[in-house]
């Protein structure tokens, strides 16, 4: 079925695809793939032909919440081919629609549509989400493999933080619920620098891109940081996030799965 041009930015566009694959479609399960310019905690889609409109969590809400994955029938995994998308607050939008959520929290490097997508022949029927969450990255892994050797290098080389997990959603509220204790415990009167101090030696994802517009870092090198100002409420945090991250790929020693944001090189963006 053909459609006028729309915006990917506009929550009735995701809506459409949805229904219209679910109605046209029966499966037993259902994985939906986001593939565009990712915007970290912020969203996903940024349209060039509608001036960058993109999907924002609130629409991204919107569309799933009137879709036909809902309740008992979720999604069973959600594949973000995008930058940055590995946050808790990404994920925990998927939450009541979906088992499994795989993302990025670093930028990914793309190439041709049927390579970038080549994984979906090696799914099988009796795959679970964190088996169709790995051959997507085991894909993903070869394509910057592929990348790289063209120039004449290694990945390592050539993409130097490359990272990709897949969380388990029925995790995240028990994550999100410690994370909140843990936070609150924290006294920013007597502990202010010290968080400051913290968060300006952190990772901040994109940054080796030249960007520092989504402010990111890895939550639990955000933790264990705080760690020393809360020490048995961290660890509930660590463990939960242990929990709720089944897999994680990662060249690097300091990405373990989960972003969260956290505002410090660009303060003025957090209106948005």
Same mark, same amino acid.
Request: hydrophobic letters at 35%; one cysteine or more.
């Given at each position: 079925?053909?459609y006028?041009?729309?915006? #990917? ?8 695809? @949805? %229904?219209?694959?679910?109605? *046209? ?8 793939? #986001? ?6 905690s912020?969203?996903? !889609?940024? %349209?060039? @032909?509608?001036?960058?409109?993109? @999907? $924002? /969590?609130? =629409?991204?809400? =919107? ?21 940055? *998308? $590995?946050?808790l =607050? #990404? ?7 979906? *088992?499994?959520?795989?993302?990025? =929290?670093?930028?990914? +490097?793309?190439?041709?549509? !049927?390579k ?8 099988? /029927? ?10 997507f ?5 070869k ?9 004449? $290098? ?10 990709? $997990?897949?969380?388990? &959603? ?13 936070f ?5 009167? @007597? ?17 080796? !891109? ?24 961290? %660890? %509930? ?9 089944v897999?994680? +790929? ?7 799965? &989960? ?11 957090v209106?948005?």
């Amino acid at each position: 079925k053909s459609y006028n041009k729309a915006s #990917m930015g506009d929550s009735s566009s995701l809506s459409t695809l @949805l %229904d219209y694959s679910y109605d *046209n479609y029966k499966a037993d399960k259902y994985d939906l793939i #986001m593939w565009n310019h990712g915007l970290g905690s912020l969203g996903i !889609s940024s %349209d060039e @032909l509608f001036g960058s409109d993109f @999907l $924002s /969590l609130n =629409e991204l809400t =919107e569309s799933l919440s009137k879709s036909k994955f809902t309740g008992k029938n979720k999604l069973e995994t959600v594949i973000f081919r995008s930058c940055l *998308n $590995s946050t808790l =607050e #990404m994920s925990s939008i998927f939450v009541p629609y979906a *088992n499994y959520f795989v993302a990025s =929290e670093e930028v990914t +490097w793309g190439g041709t549509g !049927s390579k970038a997508l080549s994984f979906v022949n090696d799914v099988t /029927l009796e795959d679970s989400g964190v088996d169709v969450g790995k051959k997507f990255i085991s894909s993903y892994e070869k394509s910057l493999e592929t990348l790289a050797a063209k120039s004449g $290098s290694t990945l390592d080389e050539s993409f130097p933080v490359s990272t990709y $997990s897949v969380v388990d &959603l029925s995790k995240i509220n028990e994550l999100e619920n410690k994370l909140s204790i843990f936070f609150k415990s924290l006294n920013l009167n @007597l502990n202010y620098n010290n968080i400051a101090r913290v968060r300006s030696n952190l990772y901040q994802y994109a940054s080796e !891109s030249g960007c520092n517009d989504y402010d990111t870092v890895d939550l639990y090198h955000l933790v264990n940081g705080l760690k020393s100002l809360s020490s048995t409420k961290a %660890d %509930d945090v660590i463990t939960a996030l242990n929990s709720a991250v089944v897999y994680n +790929w990662s060249n690097n020693d300091f990405s373990n799965g &989960l972003a969260i944001y956290f505002p410090y090189r660009s303060s003025s963006k957090v209106r948005n």
